[in-house]
């Protein structure tokens, strides 16, 4: 285990299970799932952190470590924004609880 972790390679696993999710989730989603962009960004951001994790393992450097960091923000931020342009926009659709005046 300790040969797994000192290569990054405990890593690497982690991260073919996370593209066999996002595969599944594709699938899915043609199946009458979850919306997939969500979805994506969500494990885009989890993504970035494993490989910023992978990066530190393997003494990458701090640049290295710090763009992936970068990059699990973005994907991070895109996740939100697509939450709450959806929540949004079912507050919209939703009818008023109110009676007619």
Known sequence: M?????SGRIIDGILLLVAG?????????????????????????GAALMLALRSA???AGW?????WLL??????LADLGLRFR????????AP???TPA
Request: hydrophobic share 55%; charged share 15%.
């Open 2 to 6: 300790e040969a797994l972790f000192a």
């Open 21 to 45: 999710e996002a595969i599944l989730l594709a699938w899915l989603r043609r199946r009458g799932g979850p919306p997939l962009p969500a979805l994506l960004a969500n494990l885009a951001s």
């Open 57 to 59: 393992l393997v003494a």
């Open 63 to 67: 640049i290295n470590v710090a763009g």
């Open 71 to 76: 990059a699990g923000l973005v994907a991070h």
């Open 86 to 93: 959806a929540a949004t926009a079912q507050r919209r659709r």
């Open 96 to 98: 008023s609880s109110g």
